[in-house]
C-alpha cells in the first residue's frame, strides 16, 4: 500500500505514528552488521552445509529470518549508499560500479545517512570496518562527514590497494591485489593509524573498537547507532590465527569463522553493558556471492548467479533482524531490502525522515505484527545503470521480469552462461517472466502470453517508477587522481609504496572513549 512512497508520505507517516506510539521504547539502541559478499547460500541457516557460524544461529533463533530479502545493487559502493539513505544509488548518484581508493567522487554529503538522521535523535554513531562510499581530496567523504561520530576501519575493499599477509603465520593472500595503489590504510576517524593494516589483527580490532564504543555510551546512558561493516567475506579471504584452518570449508569458511566469531563478541558486549533489552540488532550482506573467486567466494544457495547481476544470486541476501521481546521470532517471506532499514529505524526511535523521495518503506507490519510487507514491488538495477535502459528487472508479488541482463562477477566456464562474466548485455522483448514462489532459482521462465495480467501490473509499476526516477549525477564520472590514494606519511615518495607505517602498530582504540 505504501509502495509509492511518494504519492502516499501522509499515509505512511500516520501510520508511522501510530505504531510509535504504541510499541516503541525510549530510544533503543541499533547496530546494524554488515557482511560483504556474503551470499543467500553461505549461512548453515540458508542451507549450507559445512559452514559453522553458531553466534548468526543463535541471532536467528532469538529472531526473525527473512527468506526474500534484497540489497539495492548487486555491487557493494551502490549497496552502500542505498543502505545508508534509504535510496537507489541512481538518485544519490553512486553508480556505476564501485570507488576506488583514489576515486574523485563519494556519496554527496547532501544526501542524509542512518547516522544523520539517528545523531538528530540524540544518537552516538560509530561505523567500524569498511565504508566504501568515498574517501576524496583531503577526507572530504569520509563517514565522519557523514554523521558519524567516530570511525575505525579501512575505507574500501582490502583488494584495492596490495595484499601482503592474509593467514597466520605468515602466509601470503590468494593474489597480489591492486600492487600499483598505496598499502590498505586502517583508518581512526581522520587519520591513518596502520598502513598497511594489519589483516591477522584487522577484525579483532574492529572488535575492541565495538567494545569500547558500547561500554562508553551504554555506561553514558546514550543511545547508540554502531555500523559494523565487516570486510568479511570479500576476497582476498583472510584471518587470524585463532581462525586460520578452523573450518572444513576452506578459507571462506576460515573468514566467516571469524565473522560469526565477531558477531558472537558484539551480543557479548550489549549483555556485558546491560543493554540487551534495549538494543535492535539487524543483519545482512551488501550483495551476492563473488562467484569469480571460485571456492574462495561465496556461494548464492540455490539461487541464479552471484554478484554483479541482477539474477536472485546477486541481490537476494541473508538478512536477520534482532530484538527479543519486542519483534517476531521465525522466518519470514515477506519481501523486504536494505532500502527499508532507514525508514524502518526513524520509525522505530520515533525521529523523522529526511524530506526526500526515499524507497524504503518501514518494515515494522513484517517485525511486529505478523502482517504483510508494506512493499508490493521492488526494483533492480545493475552495477551499471544507464538513463537509457533504466530497470534491469521488477519483482511484482511473487512474479520478477527480467528486461535486461548481463553477467556478472563469474568465471568463463561456469555452468550457467548467462551468469559468466563474458555474457554481454541481452534485452528481453516480451520480458523473462519467472515465479520465484515456485521458482526461486529463475529457471522456468513463464509464457508471458499467458500472463498478461501479471505483465500489466508489472508495466505500470515500472513505468510509474521510472517516471518518478530523478537520477543523480554519476559520481563515478568524476573519475580518480592517484594523488588522492591515502596516505600515512602525505608527501613521501615514491608515492604511493611510501605511504606505510614503519610498522604494524596497535591502533589507539582510546579514541572511542
Ligand atoms: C544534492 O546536490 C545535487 C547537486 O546540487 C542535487 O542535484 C541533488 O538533488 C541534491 N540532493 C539532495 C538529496 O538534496
Ligand atoms: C593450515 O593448514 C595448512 C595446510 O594444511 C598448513 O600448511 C598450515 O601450517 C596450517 N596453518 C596453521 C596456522 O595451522
Ligand atoms: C519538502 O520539500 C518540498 C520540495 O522539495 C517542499 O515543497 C516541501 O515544503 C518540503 N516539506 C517540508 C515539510 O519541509
Ligand atoms: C565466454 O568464454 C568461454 C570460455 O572461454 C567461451 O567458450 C565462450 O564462447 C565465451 N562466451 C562469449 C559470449 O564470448
Ligand atoms: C589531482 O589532485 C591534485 C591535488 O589536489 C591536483 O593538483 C591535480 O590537478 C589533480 N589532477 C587531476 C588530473 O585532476
Ligand atoms: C560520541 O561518543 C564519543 C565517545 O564514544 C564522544 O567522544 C563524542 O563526543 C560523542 N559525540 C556526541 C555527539 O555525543
Known amino acids: 500500500m505504501c509502495a509509492f512512497v511518494w504519492m502516499c508520505r501522509l499515509t505512511c507517516l500516520i501510520l508511522l505514528i501510530d505504531y510509535g506510539a504504541s510499541k516503541a521504547v525510549a530510544k533503543p539502541n541499533v547496530i546494524l552488521l554488515f557482511a560483504d559478499d556474503l551470499g543467500y547460500g553461505d549461512l548453515t541457516m540458508y542451507g549450507h552445509p559445512t559452514s559453522t557460524n553458531p553466534n548468526l544461529e543463535k541471532m536467528a ?10 540489497s539495492a545493487s548487486p555491487v557493494c559502493s551502490p549497496s552502500r549508499a542505498a543502505l545508508l539513505t534509504g535510496r537507489y544509488q541512481t538518485r544519490s548518484g553512486v553508480y556505476p560500479g564501485v570507488f576506488g581508493s583514489n576515486s574523485v567522487g563519494g556519496l554527496p554529503l547532501n544526501e542524509t545517512t542512518i547516522a544523520e538522521g539517528l545523531k538528530a535523535e540524540g544518537y552516538n554513531t560509530s ?12 577526507n572530504e567523504y569520509l563517514p565522519t562527514r557523514q554523521g558519524f561520530d567516530s570511525y575505525l576501519g579501512i575505507p574500501f575493499s582490502h583488494d584495492m590497494c596490495p595484499c601482503l599477509v592474509c593467514f597466520y603465520p605468515n602466509a601470503p593472500c590468494f593474489d597480489k591485489c591492486r600492487t600499483g595503489e598505496s598499502p590498505c590504510p586502517l583508518f581512526q576517524n581522520e587519520k591513518i593509524v596502520q598502513q598497511p593494516a594489519d589483516f591477522l589483527q584487522l577484525t579483532e580490532n574492529y572488535v575492541k573498537g565495538a567494545e569500547s564504543f558500547i561500554k562508553t555510551n551504554a555506561n553514558k546512558k546514550a543511545p547508540f547507532f554502531l555500523y ?14 585463532t581462525f586460520t584452518n578452523s573450518s572444513v570449508r576452506g578459507k571462506f569458511g576460515d573468514a566467516l569463522n571469524e565473522l560469526d566469531w565477531a558477531v558472537g563478541q ?7 553493558a546491560g543493554v540487551k533489552d534495549n538494543t535492535f540488532v539487524f543483519f545482512t550482506s551488501d550483495n551476492g556471492p563473488s562467484l569469480l573467486r571460485q571456492i574462495r567466494g561465496g556461494n548464492a544457495g540455490l539461487l541464479r548467479c552471484g554478484k554483479g547481476t541482477t539474477w536472485e544470486g546477486g541481490q537476494r541476501v541473508p538478512a536477520i533482524a534482532w530484538w527479543p521481546g519486542m519483534i517476531r521470532t521465525g522466518k519470514t517471506m515477506e519481501v523486504a531490502a536494505t532500502v527499508d532499514v532507514f525508514p524502518t ?4 526511535v520515533g525521529g523523522k525522515l529526511p524530506n526526500v523521495t526515499m524507497d524504503g518503506v518501514d518494515m515494522a ?16 538495477y545493475p552495477t551499471n545503470p544507464d538513463k537509457t535502459l533504466g530497470v534491469y528487472a521488477v519483482r511484482w508479488q511473487q512474479y520478477k521480469a527480467h528486461y535486461h541482463s548481463h553477467g556478472g562477477l563469474c568465471p568463463d566456464f561456469y555452468p550457467d552462461t548467462m551468469c559468466r562474466s563474458n555474457y554481454s548485455l541481452h534485452s528481453y522483448d516480451p520480458p523473462l517472466l519467472y515465479n520465484l514462489h515456485n521458482d526461486p532459482s529463475e529457471i522456468y521462465a513463464l509464457d508471458v502470453k499467458e500472463y498478461t495480467d501479471v505483465m500489466k501490473e508489472i508495466e505500470m509499476v515500472k513505468a510509474n517508477f521510472e517516471a518518478g526516477m530523478v537520477w543523480g549525477e554519476s559520481q563515478m564520472d568524476r573519475g580518480s587522481n592517484s594523488s588522492y590514494d591515502p596516505c600515512a606519511k602525505p608527501g613521501c615518495t615514491p608515492f604511493p609504496s611510501c605511504c606505510t607505517t614503519n610498522s604494524f602498530i596497535e591502533p589507539d582504540m582510546s579514541l572511542h572513549v
Open 228 to 241: 559494523m561493516a565487516f570486510q568479511h567475506t570479500h576476497h582476498p579471504q583472510f584471518a587470524s590465527k
Open 127 to 138: 561505523i567500524i570496518g569498511k565504508w566504501h562510499l568515498g574517501v576524496g581530496k583531503d
Open 365 to 380: 507490519p513484517i517485525l511486529f505484527n505478523n502482517q504483510k510487507s508494506n512493499r508490493d514491488f521492488y526494483i533492480h
Open 61 to 70: 533463533s532469538e529472531g526473525l529470518l527473512f527468506t526474500q530479502f534484497y
Open 345 to 348: 529505524l526513524m520509525n522505530l
Open 266 to 272: 558484539v551480543f557479548q558486549f550489549i549483555e556485558d
